[in-house]
């Protein structure tokens, strides 16, 4: 009897081990590979890449022009800082008589008063007369002649203005329309001197950008102008100016960007521009982390197997880079890093 025990002990006591062997020596499945967290798997993608920066501006309307009086007397009324200067329309008034606006480039420095009379100063009046609707042709344009002095003194009879000639002090001759910005004198003062600036009529805004920057833009591309308030106004760019100057902060290029609507209550006032240098339509790219330097130069696209296919790279925008080549296409699963 203590044999069987003995032995229904021992068998019970393998059954156990092998039991235990058995779990013990089950191969556990292989663990997942960690994956690396440096890198991400993403796609070629077609897309449209643009380029965009934010550049310091200044709201302004431009600079001024001084306007200085002529001839003897004193003033009695002066426009109103932002008056708009109109063509035949009076500017301000000495010793109670209307000094009226012509555009041209030459001040009167004579009267026109008779026949005979060359000069630029004969031609700019006979184009002023046109446009104000009293034509007076002729042969040579900038000689007074009979037909000049009627329209002249018909105009000057059906607008109240005194006498049937003009001369210095009649009128004050500006480039074209312009904005009063400020009055150097007051009622009262003589007329002889400076008397008020002038600048443009629309507010523009002034970028100076470095001779490189300016080369990416255009005159006629939209911007975005944001005022100091937050407010974003469309706007666009109206000249790039030919001039480099050199100051503190090194040579420099003014870009002037006119606004679609008046963005700002303040004569004056720093801005932002925001200006999109670059755009491509419907190109393949990815990120410029995905681009794997060769050895031998140029660039390739490492696929999640570890092979590679060459690359040729375009133009980098925002953090993306366009791709291209032979094996190239879109929905390519490549690696790239964060």
């Given at each position: 009897?203590?044999?069987?025990?003995?032995?229904?002990?021992a068998a019970v006591?393998?059954?156990?081990?092998?039991?235990?062997?058995?779990?013990?020596?089950r191969?556990?499945?292989p663990?997942?590979?960690?994956?690396?967290p440096?890198?991400?798997?993403?796609?070629?993608?077609k897309?449209?890449?643009?380029?965009?920066?934010?550049?310091a501006?200044?709201?302004?309307?431009?600079?001024?022009?001084?306007?200085k009086?002529t001839g003897?007397?004193?003033?009695?009324k002066?426009?109103?800082?932002?008056?708009k200067?109109?063509?035949g329309?009076?500017?301000?008034?000495?010793?109670?008589?209307?000094?009226?606006?012509?555009?041209g480039?030459t001040?009167l420095?004579?009267?026109?008063?008779?026949?005979?009379?060359t000069g630029?100063?004969?031609?700019?009046?006979?184009h002023?007369l046109?446009?104000?609707g009293?034509?007076?042709?002729?042969t040579?344009?900038?000689?007074?002649?009979?037909?000049?002095?009627a329209?002249?003194?018909?105009?000057?009879?059906?607008?109240d203005?005194?006498?049937?000639?003009?001369?210095?002090?009649?009128?004050?001759i500006?480039?074209?329309?312009?904005?009063?910005?400020?009055?150097?004198?007051?009622?009262g003062?003589?007329?002889?001197?400076?008397l008020?600036?002038?600048?443009?009529?629309?507010?523009?805004v002034?970028v100076?950008m470095s001779?490189?920057d300016?080369?990416?833009?255009h005159?006629?591309?939209k911007?975005?102008v944001?005022?100091?308030?937050?407010?974003?106004?469309?706007?666009r760019i109206?000249?790039?100016?030919?001039?480099v100057?050199?100051?503190?902060?090194g040579a420099?290029v003014?870009?002037?960007i006119?606004?679609d609507k008046?963005?700002?209550?303040?004569?004056?006032?720093?801005?932002?521009?925001?200006i999109?240098?670059?755009a491509r339509?419907?190109?393949?790219?990815?990120?410029?982390?995905?681009l794997?330097?060769l050895?031998?130069?140029?660039?390739a696209?490492q696929?999640?197997?570890?092979s590679l296919?060459?690359?040729?790279?375009?133009?980098?925008?925002?953090?993306?880079?366009q791709?291209?080549g032979p094996?190239?296409?879109a929905?390519?699963?490549?690696v790239?890093?964060?």
């Amino acid at each position: 009897m203590a044999i069987k025990a003995a032995l229904a002990i021992a068998a019970v006591a393998l059954v156990a081990a092998g039991a235990t062997f058995a779990v013990r020596g089950r191969r556990p499945a292989p663990p997942a590979p960690l994956a690396d967290p440096t890198t991400n798997t993403i796609e070629v993608r077609k897309m449209d890449l643009t380029d965009e920066r934010t550049v310091a501006g200044t709201l302004g309307f431009g600079p001024a022009r001084v306007v200085k009086g002529t001839g003897a007397g004193v003033l009695t009324k002066l426009p109103a800082v932002g008056t708009k200067t109109r063509r035949g329309k009076e500017l301000y008034r000495v010793n109670d008589q209307p000094v009226v606006v012509l555009y041209g480039g030459t001040p009167l420095f004579r009267p026109i008063d008779k026949a005979g009379l060359t000069g630029s100063d004969v031609l700019e009046v006979r184009h002023n007369l046109t446009a104000l609707g009293y034509p007076a042709r002729a042969t040579h344009p900038e000689v007074s002649d009979a037909g000049l002095l009627a329209a002249l003194k018909r105009w000057r009879k059906e607008h109240d203005l005194p006498g049937p000639t003009l001369g210095p002090g009649q009128a004050v001759i500006l480039s074209g329309p312009s904005r009063v910005s400020e009055l150097s004198a007051q009622v009262g003062d003589p007329v002889e001197g400076p008397l008020l600036s002038t600048t443009a009529t629309e507010a523009a805004v002034s970028v100076p950008m470095s001779p490189a920057d300016a080369a990416t833009v255009h005159t006629g591309a939209k911007v975005t102008v944001v005022a100091p308030s937050g407010t974003e106004s469309a706007a666009r760019i109206t000249a790039v100016a030919r001039a480099v100057t050199d100051g503190d902060a090194g040579a420099k290029v003014t870009v002037t960007i006119t606004p679609d609507k008046p963005i700002s209550a303040y004569d004056a006032a720093a801005v932002q521009v925001r200006i999109t240098t670059l755009a491509r339509k419907g190109v393949l790219a990815v990120p410029v982390g995905a681009l794997v330097a060769l050895a031998e130069g140029g660039y390739a696209l490492q696929r999640p197997d570890g092979s590679l296919v060459a690359a040729e790279t375009g133009v980098f925008a925002g953090g993306m880079v366009q791709v291209s080549g032979p094996g190239v296409t879109a929905g390519l699963p490549v690696v790239t890093t964060p």
